[in-house]
């Protein structure tokens, strides 16, 4: 399809360039900026005038609950919520059911994707068997079936000789592997950070030692095998620091945050309301703070929505007992705006956050808008605020500790690899 985007506001966030152009799309790339090319007729035109266009968005952690959890959400639900927030990409973690340890499960699930022809799916391969941390996968296997790296998702490997083994594998055949900094037994049990609030509270606590003794052990193991590693979902303000002194010593690591924890704090837990129980849990308003001078200055690479669609039951039941998590595809465009405007980041550089840094963690040619780049764009009214409730998501999961928010920056339209997937009138 030949589609003509006209006069939008297009943000090249790797370029750091912002001005207005059209942009002319055929055979699923960008054929042209600013002047159509010689005998292009458009098939479909989008009136862009006042709207941004930029990259579509690349998120590093959207659970897709597919297979084994179709009660919580399906394929269908939340590919049609990745385009409603302008998602154009994304990476899935391996804790499905059957977990991702097999080729055969891995390919399944890319089939499925490829047939529904909307944004397009990374799965992360479990680094070991059954994601129990004993056995590692075939990992060679697993990529030739379509996977992007290796994960524990939120399950530690306990036995670091394991572990080890497996960044050893990996490092061989210039695979990443995917860790969540939190050691097995300091965060056992908890669902809160460890504070005076989860104190009060009575809540089991989770502290900041439990990310920092993972973090050391990962950056060691880095030391010694080389094997490159993205850290995910850090929280806290030490943990950040650990990160800064990793990268100024150039160990090949790199790290997101969740666009949850760019904005909430422990607090915000109120009077035990589940819609807060998130993993890993919110922490002080220091963390939060030194979440955003880390996305600022390049400490932290990316942010993901840690999209993880939940049952309303689950969410019935008393904090401790709730299940963790909360959806965020519709939502990480918005925040990450939100998250501009309160902190005066320019738009580009908050936009590179979940798009062309998020494509370089990847390694994917994605995240820009130049000419002969694949079209994988959203569209977006930047001063339209819009209402964060159940009907207003595609999602099958509605829980969130965003309801009833006004958050700006309203999804017009969302193009992949040529196609208009996704238009709001």
């Known amino acids: 399809m030949k589609i003509h985007i006209e006069g939008g506001t297009l943000i090249d966030p790797a370029a750091g360039t912002e001005q207005q152009q059209d942009i002319f799309i055929a055979a699923g790339k960008i054929v042209a900026l600013g002047r159509a090319p010689a005998e292009f007729h458009a098939a479909k035109t989008i009136d862009a005038r006042g709207l941004i266009v930029a990259p579509g968005l690349v998120d590093l952690s959207a659970r897709l609950r597919e297979p084994g959890y179709e009660h919580k959400a399906t394929l269908e639900s939340e590919m049609a919520a990745a385009l409603a927030g302008g998602v154009t990409t994304l990476v899935c973690p391996p804790d499905t059911d059957p977990v991702l340890d097999e080729p055969g499960l891995v390919e399944m699930l890319k089939f499925r994707a490829r047939n529904l022809n909307q ?15 004993q056995v590692i996968t075939e990992m060679v296997e697993l990529t030739e079936a379509g996977c992007i790296g290796f994960s524990q998702a939120d399950v530690p490997v306990v036995d670091t000789q394991v572990l080890l083994r497996a960044l050893q594998y990996a490092n061989t ?3 990443t592997v995917w860790l969540r900094p939190q050691d097995a037994y300091l965060a056992k049990g908890g669902v809160a950070a460890s504070g005076p609030l989860a104190s009060r509270l009575g809540l089991s606590g989770v502290p900041v030692s439990a990310e920092t003794i993972a973090l050391h052990t990962i950056f060691e193991l ?17 943990g950040i620091e650990l990160m800064r002194a990793a990268k100024a010593e150039g160990l090949p690591v790199t790290c997101d945050v ?3 924890h760019v904005h909430l704090i422990d607090v915000d837990i109120g009077y035990f309301d589940a819609q807060f129980r998130l993993d890993p849990p919110l922490r002080s308003q220091r963390d939060r703070e030194a979440i955003r001078v880390g996305l600022t200055d390049g400490t932290i690479d990316a942010i993901c929505s840690d999209h993880t669609p939940v049952d309303d039951d689950e969410k019935l039941l008393p904090f401790a007992e709730a299940t963790p998590g909360a959806t965020g595809l519709e939502l990480l465009l918005s925040l990450t705006v939100k998250w501009a405007d309160e902190a005066n980041v320019p ?18 040619a994605a995240g820009r808008i130049e000419v002969g780049a694949s079209a994988d764009l ?7 605020y819009w209402r964060v409730e159940p009907r207003a998501l595609k999602s099958q999961g509605h829980n ?7 958050l700006p920056a309203r999804v017009r339209a969302t193009v992949v690899s040529g196609q208009l997937a996704f238009e709001q009138r």
Not at 347 to 364: E, S, Y
Not at 378 to 384: G, H, L, Q, T, Y
Not at 400 to 406: A, C, K, M, N, R
């Open 119 to 133: 944004a397009h799916v990374y799965p992360l391969g479990a680094l070991t068997v059954g994601l129990k941390g």
């Open 347 to 364: 738009l580009a550089q908050a936009i590179n956050r979940i798009t062309a840094a998020p494509a370089g963690v990847l390694k994917l």
């Open 258 to 260: 969740t666009i949850n």
């Open 173 to 175: 055949y210039g695979f």
């Open 222 to 238: 880095v030391r010694v095998t080389g094997a490159r590693v993205h850290v995910s979902h850090l929280s806290s303000a030490t």
């Open 400 to 406: 969130t500790p965003f309801l009833g928010y006004e």
């Open 378 to 384: 959203c569209v977006f009214d930047r001063d339209a």
